[in-house]
């Protein structure tokens, strides 16, 4: 049997085992190097609510959510990823998971008991493309707090919405992806076919997941849903006030892949953050896919803002079940960064119309024209 | 008799003469080199509404003006700015503004019939810094279309709130704004007192212009208000599906200075546009001064987003009263851009925390920190 | 065979042959009595998207939809409700919906090229409970302008929501939209189980379509979505601009079931169209049902603003098969209205608390605790 | 010399002595019968900020407030009001406000160190129609919190906008404010010249204060401003989630008069308490003036929502300068309530439409068709 983990290989081949049926992205373990530290940025500057914590751990829910938890802060030595976690249709789904990447000669543990506090029988997997991956159904529920307006804060986050990977061959994560059961809603390519990063989901909205090309496997961001756009200011006008600017990396803007409104932060190891709201709805199955060229600039930012580069080049360790850091693969295929604001690469407003920048554009304020 | 419109000279001296009593910024007189170009940019995109438009000018208002217009646009060979025009209480403060500055020894300029359609009486001056500044009573009243909700657009522009001009000495400008009855609401300065902006207001607002400091007489930009952010947004978004977004020059954005949601915007000819929102009262004689470091890096975005230089550098020309180009004069003082964000500037989140950014921070991503 | 359509039986079997899959309610078709002035409400006044008119019929989708159409409005002599269409998962799925109603003894017709323009083969029956349904696949589709934010307007509409249905026994309706693969979020109860109305959905929010205990069969509304609460505000501005807010018959207000921001209309033939907005996600298996007590005055206006009568008793006529008029059964079971409004009736703020309404309170100001 | 305060008399004169210089109204003095309770509403639920508190007082305000507060709440027997105040321009003013109202005749005292708490030299009036107005410029200046978001709550009110009183005269109400300088914006009148309310302003905003036709001198209610209408949701999501909906008069809507979004609420002790937002700015002299006719549906509420009938007959007891309740006389003009929703009353939708109401709204939902 091939180690499907080896990450040179071309393809990750179709497993004969059915796919478990995914829910949802559920939640995420993050490695903290300082939990009090990340508590403050969390729960006091966030807002998430605490179902419970510990001397090792804090588990964080959003206002909407009735399971027990959306992120789980570890304290740990190095920065990292511990898990991205999905929930399944049933209990039964978990034998699927379980023969599936199995089948796929990837690393698999389960345990009747759950890896974390609140949740029952899972399987965690690193999965071929290197990511450790879980799986669960069973959960405590816990309330619900989306009538608690009483609670809310001007940037309340009430769900979860997706997680963001990076990983060096896009195509070959999006074949393991659909075989995994996800359907891809958006994509970015470029006119000889590379393709620099895929959005793919299983509840209907753009994404569960997205597959961003770069060295990898490393965790771009997680992120967190919230009612109105005036909720992600919000957030802004607090870290403003809190003296915390420096952890906005990127936006507010509004995305042209997905067409949410968005806002980057970093917690305090370097861990993004989005914050996200009002994508569309994906679950009709001929939904069509919408198909970006690398090169408009308006892509990743509708407005055209720049994209900083570390938002392009940074990104979060993930562990294998050992808890050992994932060494990367580089990415081969061209990079999204340098194609479009590096030295030789170029982006558009108007596509065959470069030339009618006004003066005032052609100077080197923006970074999508500068660097 | 000095001639006090030398803009070399220190200070300008306060005229015997009373100020006239100017209500607010009313309109500015723009000359534009397409005015067609320039109507699809104020009427369809930004959906200023035509109270009158002929073959040479096009006369605008915002959603809840009740005078003929707040903004002139003048099909002219040159973009420039013809007029900053104000509404004084009474006709009998025209004399006034015609004896305060003829003792200044400005231009002076008188039309009983207005310099634009929809304005009477008039008085037009070259003031000590340059300026075409404008004083009227008189006017032209039109509906006032607050209650016009079936014409309101997603970002409608409700209001004029203000001009922003570029000066070398904000000192000396602001001593003569004081003298023409305006009060300082913030400022930004250094420990060593240089003065790199002032915001003056005669309306309980922050503004009714500010002087920036540079290359001047200039005009940096004039501003309309919306009721909310999501308006603001709605326009970036409609830029963006219009493919213009190019047109975004800076934000949006929380400032710290005004404590206002704002947007630049850059007309087809270059002339600045802001879009601003939610400012605070300031009517009372002793409101409290808000007075900025230029080093603190949350004064002009309280996210600490990057002010792109352009902004710092770029201005409108302004004309005298025959419509010639008024030649500038270069600041000598420390310019705010260089010594933010340039090789020997610096910036700062936390007040002597400098060492404490991120490591993910102290890259070349933001221009604050960059250039 | 029994009469599976008799509306007096108990209850209604369960078929063997299983339900068709169903992905979400897709559109409405009414019958209105003048088609220019329907046209007048629903795109001049809501700004849905023609897709496609002629002199019989016009046909609306909103700005985030990608099939050809949410609302059709056919010409006719009586105002009513032709059909309330679902799409399913497959071509495949129709045979399903064939067999299941077949087998319940319902009125079934099946039509190659569809009912109505744009959509290709589809089901239409009778239901068990007297409504007209429909299930289709195929579909033409049409351009998403989710991005054109030059065509949204302060009001826009994005995604059609849900149904409403009024039936005589609540309990029997769910059993059978149950077997038809529909999940109850929340219900109305009463301490003696009696339920008055329920919601059920297929796609992951509170409801595809909801039962609402009345004399029916009946519609009570068709609900479509906006990104924010704004934009329904802006609704109701724009109806008072126009000198229509007549059409205004209950709201704005917070839900208490479903948490959502929600204005009712009613369009010229008194078709009711609720105006909603920021339920949550329900696409879990155990997602918990929330059961609301029908005294508690917050369980329909989560700010106790009373329920109009018309929105109780009113409703829309729906068609059989042959374009006839449903004769409508009586609900024998209480009426919400009488136990909650009517001079037997109570509701409370506060359960056990009844007592500590304010004196200000404890007059006739409030329907709900008036009539 | 007449006794002006004589609530019979047929006009107030106009003083020789100049009008005090208002700025604004700045503060409201509620005596409360429990001042725990009063705290948990104004504090824990509406989020004022404290300024100071002992046993026997809380002294309260807005966010983007720097003078020592906006609300008084003193502990005492009977719920009333001991203090409409007003800010003026300069410390003189208040020798012109003693004179001005001890040549009409009223009580007046002055003192040097404040009637309260962070206030210094005052005058205290019984005004001619019976309320207690006060008059200071010396402040104690508190922190402006605009800037301080890690303090905003969803619904945080930044800046008090005006009063409300109920008057039975309101000619002669508006008669004597404009003698003080006040400036008439927006009235309601009938054909044959009732007048049944008036605002008036001395900031730029539509009013500081309001005179209500009714049975006076009484409080009807004190209004603070939010950013924006979420704002205003928020606080009724907040009331719904404590179980407190039953403080909601009437409202969410928005005003006709105005233009402005608003929410009326009542206080533990009845007291009525506005949230508004967004007004127009009235301040030049030539403002247009807004005349409404007692019969549009849409003057009170621009979407037509009944207006409760306690909002138009309940209000607070006012003072006068020795604590005690000052009593009423009956306004013998027609009354608003009884000429638009009462037995021989009338409101339409369009005036001379009244036959074209649709079937559905014919009926006796709304109460202003209804009573």
Not at 35 to 50: A, G, P
Not at 155 to 178: C, I, S, W
Not at 193 to 212: E, L, N, S
Request: aromatic letters at 10%; a negative charge; glycine letters at 6%.
């Amino acid at each position: 049997m091939p180690d499907m983990t080896d990450p040179t290989a071309a393809t990750i081949p179709t497993p004969k085992s059915p796919a478990p049926d995914v829910l949802r992205c559920a939640y995420m373990e993050l490695v903290v190097t300082d939990l009090k530290r990340s508590r403050d940025f969390y729960v006091d500057v966030l807002d998430l609510v605490v179902t419970h914590e510990d001397e090792d751990a804090i588990y964080l829910r959003s206002m909407e959510e009735f399971i027990h938890h959306n992120l789980v802060l570890r304290q740990g030595e190095a920065a990292a990823v511990a898990a991205f976690s999905y929930r399944v249709r049933s209990p039964e789904e978990l034998d699927k998971a379980e023969a599936f990447y199995t089948e796929l000669g990837c690393p698999v543990r389960r345990e009747k008991n759950g890896f974390v506090k609140g949740i029952g029988d899972s399987v965690r997997v690193q999965d071929p493309l290197g990511f450790p991956y879980e799986f669960f159904y069973d959960v405590e529920h816990v309330e619900r707090l989306a009538w608690r307006y009483d609670l809310y804060s001007p940037g309340a986050l009430v769900r979860l919405d997706h997680f963001n990977q990076v990983t060096p061959d896009v195509p070959k994560a999006v074949g393991y992806m659909e075989d995994l059961g996800f359907r891809v809603t958006e994509d970015i390519q470029d006119a000889a076919g590379t393709t620099y990063a895929a959005w793919m989901r299983r509840k209907p909205t753009v994404h569960d997941t997205a597959m961003t090309g770069g060295a990898g496997p490393r965790m771009h961001h997680v992120a967190f849903a919230t009612h109105e756009k005036h909720n992600i200011l919000a957030i802004c006008d607090k870290l403003g006030a809190l003296r915390l600017s420096d952890r906005i990396e990127r936006g507010p803007g509004r995305h042209g892949v997905s067409n949410a409104f968005y806002l980057y932060l970093r917690d305090p190891d370097g861990h993004r953050i989005e914050i996200y709201t009002q994508d569309y709805y994906t679950g009709d199955p001929d939904n069509p896919v919408v198909t970006w060229d690398v090169h408009d600039n308006q892509r990743r930012d509708w407005w055209g803002n720049p994209v900083v580069p570390s938002w392009y080049t940074e990104a979060s360790t993930v562990l294998d079940l050992d808890g050992q850091p994932v060494s990367t693969t580089e990415r081969t295929d061209d990079s999204e960064m340098d194609v479009t604001i590096g030295a030789d690469g170029f982006s558009y407003t108007r596509k065959d119309d470069e030339e009618s920048l006004p003066e005032w554009k052609q100077g080197e304020y923006k970074l999508g024209h500068q660097l």
